[in-house]
């Protein structure tokens, strides 16, 4: 060997020596880390967990005073600050997080980066500084990024303590005073009002049209109605209509409440506790790459091993001589651009999901979408607008559909397949200005153009349904001025107004729950005026369409005395006219139905795991076309069930509905202990847990909660579930683009090492390529070639075909042949050309040029086979698809001309000039890979087309 030589496998030795050290240090430093964070997160959760509380739902009021020793004037000031010293501060804790050094070091702690750091060093030793700089580059990035985004279960705990009310009414000493909500303590009376959030889990004790926003913590889609009377025990959470859970909005109403858990005991502290201590799985891209390391590791060693046995043995070579020759043919063997590559690809990735309004908030997560089998969905403001809307009014024996959605009042009236015209019927218009004039809500335009309601949803629903008939809401009510009301209360549920004419008539309009409204009417509106009611005829269209997810709101009218000012309960007992029943609903977005197509064409099957009632989830289930609507499990059916019986129905059953954050978690579990890659997704609090489990959680951008996207891999910034596929479609080509580099860049690895290998079976004493032509050909090729497949657009037909197993390995056998394969050609090429040069007694310089520009010249060629794995590149789409494939051939035939002829390069690398004539039988040498391969493709294509249609898919190893 030349002197040079060894000087630099000296080099590389000592490198790899420290290399090994550093991976060392960063596996203890890791695995303290790792402990470390692990501690961290136990002590927390202990901190949090709290012995059995009562069920303060199925308490009464008195026994939950009882049981606080409270009062109906709250606590003295004394009392609750004794309190205070004993329960703690009305705060979630603070986890324990790891100090910054700690979590900057713990970005190093992967298979990934350690290749990296040794190719840096490799490339910076031998004074690639360029090189050097790109691939340090690489890491640092890579690093900058995880550590502001490591620590994703404390910034979910930070966004859920965000959630909970800075200040409260409460009664101290008989007097209703303000207080910072962490000084809240069990016991205290809380005073809520419209607009309120709601300090800490309260049980009511007094509520008048007490309506409270529920949804980031149950899925339901409205304000629930409140009350105070004792519920069952095994009552779900979301129909506690006793309780208000701290972090919760008041809409509507007044009420107050005994305050029965602070802190971490409340049902957001629960959560929080949970997220804590909920395991986040590593990804299939991250396990299959550790896999992968491991056995070219392996294999690399055992090559090593056996030609330093060969080289002793055979060849008499020393052992010097034979340790720096294995050194060489172990860095030959090593991908040292891989890495690389495989970051830049995601990173890509990441830039194209952001373009079609998916956010990547962790990197490897672009990969997992690809390998998604069972997306578990939310319904509120995921699958469904999260804004409520009339879908149908039953006037008399007239049924009207409605279409449009959300709060923009365009659309029309349906009937059957006709369209009708609502200004033509009467007691239509009549039903539809009773409704907007029996409503406390109010419909505004933004400037930017959007709709918007101010007020109770389904009141704001109404409206627009008014607006839509072409009902001008404030001339009706300046026509038809209201006088007096009586508010909506869960005691009563309905509303009441009194309106008066200017020619001096008084009359009632009365909205409400049907089963109230029915029982007061005696008449119902008819062509001819009035027809005494058909309660019956009524009563069974209510459960129609409730059956159809419809809420259901009865509207009534009455005459009133003439100057009437005044109304009270008496006014409105008896004798009232049913004018028609509104089914409102919170539709599905029509870009969710479409996607929800798209997912199951892809092998993708949806799941709708919601809070909200299972009828109307049902309904929304059929509307958006999952497999198995009509199959719902509720939350207290899922809890009769253990892990075996669920985890069965789980495979069966597409919509949960009246869950808890428990629930879900425990689906999302199960499903991917039965195999399943899981995505999650969800806007609420009550997601976050499930959102951190599963393999990919998704988070709504505009309606989602701040917990939920902090738990989230992934966060929509459209919260449109539509994105959900287009990500789904960009993951599944960065995964492809991802296997087509692995199988450009390991050949030619491949083609290196057999070179050198074969010198050494042969007895050469001078190789073909030294070790610094080997890094140079290995770094301009991954920084040029094997980017620009970074880039390739999506093969045909990416949605059409199944979720890849997340199990299989990287090296599938097609890539194992066909590493094998070209590995072997490009060997043949390289070594034939070196020996013919030398023949012709050219210089070790001008042969080594030969060698290294065929290398590359056969990788130019064998790029455009990378480009389609198994179908045919010999069509204009083959070569000139990809622009940046040929922007990247044109770079590299530059660096191989400097390599080739500019003196310091050749000073550098060893190399000489060449003439035309070699340069041409480099290239018909080289060019030969191409039609080769493609000649292979084509046996491997009419092979496979004899299999079963089972067998094609694992045959091609995709």
Request: aromatic share 6%.
């Amino acid at each position: 060997m030349l002197e040079s030589d060894i000087l630099i496998f000296d080099i590389i030795a000592l490198e790899w020596a420290i290399a090994l050290l550093a991976i060392a240090v960063f596996v203890i430093v890791g695995g303290f880390v790792d402990w470390g964070n692990r501690r961290g997160m136990r002590s927390l959760v202990a901190e949090q967990r709290h012995a059995g509380e009562p069920a303060w739902h199925h308490l009464s009021d008195e026994e939950a005073l009882g049981r606080l020793d409270s009062g109906h004037d709250g606590l003295s000031a004394h009392e609750a600050a004794q309190r205070l010293s004993t329960h703690g501060p009305n705060r979630l804790p603070e986890p324990k997080t790891r100090g910054p050094l700690l979590r900057f070091l713990a970005q190093f702690h992967n298979l990934l980066i350690y290749v990296l750091l040794v190719a840096g060093v490799v490339t910076a030793l031998l004074q690639h500084w360029l090189d050097a700089v790109v691939i340090f580059g690489v890491v640092l990035i890579n690093a900058v990024i995880g550590f502001v985004q490591e620590g994703k279960a404390e910034d979910a705990l930070k966004a859920i303590r965000g959630m909970l009310s800075p200040h409260a009414m409460v009664w101290r000493d008989g007097r209703l005073v303000t207080v910072d909500a962490a000084e809240l303590v069990p016991g205290d009376l809380v005073q809520l009002q419209s607009g309120d959030k709601v300090p800490a889990d309260l049980r009511l004790l007094r509520a008048k049209g007490l309506q409270i926003e529920e949804a980031p913590l149950t899925g339901e889609s409205v304000p629930v109605d409140k009350g105070v009377a004792a519920l069952p025990p095994e009552t779900p959470l979301a129909d506690r209509r006793c309780m208000a859970y701290s972090g919760t909005l008041v809409t509507h109403g007044l009420g107050a409440g005994l305050v029965a858990a602070t802190g971490a005991g409340t049902e957001i502290g629960r959560i929080s506790a949970m997220v804590a201590n909920v395991e986040q799985l590593t990804t299939p891209l991250l396990r299959q790459i550790a896999q992968f390391g491991r056995w070219l590791t392996a294999a690399i060693l055992v090559l090593a091993s056996v030609s330093f046995a060969f080289g002793i043995l055979v060849r008499d070579y020393t052992a010097a001589e034979m340790f720096l020759a294995s050194v060489g043919l172990a860095v030959a063997a090593i991908p040292e651009g891989l890495p690389a590559i495989m970051t830049i690809t995601l990173a890509i990735g990441v830039q194209r999901m952001a373009g079609r309004n998916a956010i990547i908030r962790r990197l490897p997560a672009v990969e997992t979408l690809g390998t998604v089998g069972i997306i578990c969905s939310d319904k509120t403001g995921t699958l469904t607008r999260n804004a409520m809307t009339v879908a149908a009014i039953q006037t008399g024996e007239r049924r009207l559909t409605l279409t449009g959605a959300g709060y923009d009042p365009h659309g029309t009236f349906m009937e059957d397949e006709d369209v009708v015209r609502p200004q033509e019927d009467a007691r239509l218009t009549e039903a539809l200005r009773a409704a907007a004039l029996c409503n406390d809500a109010a419909l505004e335009q933004t400037e930017g153009g959007a709709w918007r309601v101010h007020g109770d949803p389904m009141e704001g629903a109404l409206l627009v349904a008014a607006v839509k008939a072409g009902l001008d809401l404030e001339a009706a009510s300046k026509r038809y001025p209201r006088t007096d009301l009586i508010p909506f209360e869960s005691g009563h549920r309905f509303m009441a107004t009194l309106h008066h004419s200017h020619a001096g008539e008084s009359f009632i309009y009365l909205k409400g729950a049907p089963e109230a409204v029915l029982g007061m009417c005696a008449y119902q509106r008819s062509p001819d005026g009035e027809a005494p009611l058909e309660r019956a005829t009524w009563e069974a269209r209510v459960e129609a369409m409730a059956a159809a997810g419809q809420r259901v709101l009865a509207v009534a009218v009455k005459p009133a005395q003439p100057h009437r000012s005044e109304l009270d309960f008496a006014d409105v007992d008896t004798d009232l006219t049913l004018l028609a029943l509104f089914g409102l609903m919170d539709p599905p977005r029509q870009e969710a139905i479409e996607a929800v197509g798209t997912c199951q064409a892809a092998g993708i099957r949806v799941k709708m795991i919601t809070g909200d009632h299972a009828a109307t989830a049902r309904a929304i289930a059929a509307q958006v076309g999952l497999e198995n609507p009509d199959d719902a499990l509720t939350g207290t059916e899922l809890d009769a069930l253990d892990d075996a019986a669920l985890r069965q129905r789980a495979r069966e059953v597409d919509v949960y509905a009246r869950v808890t954050p428990e629930h879900k978690l425990r689906l999302v579990q199960l499903l991917q202990e039965s195999g399943a890659v899981v995505a999650m997704t969800g806007d609420g609090v009550n997601d976050a847990p499930a959102l951190k489990r599963a393999d990919v959680g998704v988070a709504m951008g505009i309606n989602g909660t701040e917990a939920a996207k902090e738990a989230a891999e992934m966060v929509l910034a459209d919260d449109n579930f539509a994105s959900i596929a287009n990500a789904v479609e960009e993951g599944r080509t960065v995964y492809d683009n991802l296997r087509k580099a692995i199988l450009f860049i390991l050949p030619t690895n491949g083609g290196e090492a057999l070179v050198v290998l074969g010198a050494i079976l042969f007895g050469f004493h001078q190789f073909p390529l030294t070790p610094v032509q080997i890094l140079w050909v290995n770094m301009i090729t991954a920084v040029t070639l094997a980017l620009a497949l970074a880039f390739e657009p999506p093969e045909p037909g990416v949605m059409a075909r199944p979720p890849r197993n997340a199990r299989q390995p990287v090296l599938t056998p097609l890539f194992l042949w066909r590493i094998a394969y070209v590995s072997l050609i490009l060997t043949a090429g390289t070594f034939g050309l070196f020996l013919w040069e030398d023949y012709q007694g050219a210089s070790i310089e001008q042969a080594r040029t030969v060698a290294v520009n065929t290398l590359i010249m056969f990788e130019i060629f064998y790029l455009f086979n990378s480009r389609y794995m198994t179908a045919s590149v010999l069509n204009r789409e083959g070569f000139l698809g990809n622009r940046y494939v040929l922007y990247a051939v044109g770079l590299l035939l530059l660096f191989q001309l400097a390599f080739t002829y500019l003196p310091p390069m050749q000073a550098l690398f060893g190399t000489a000039a060449i003439g035309a004539g070699i340069w041409l039988r480099i290239v018909l040498v080289a060019a030969s890979v191409l039609f080769i391969v493609e000649l292979e493709k084509a046996l491997g294509r009419r092979w496979r087309q004899r299999l079963p249609a089972a067998s094609r898919e694992a045959a091609v190893g995709s």
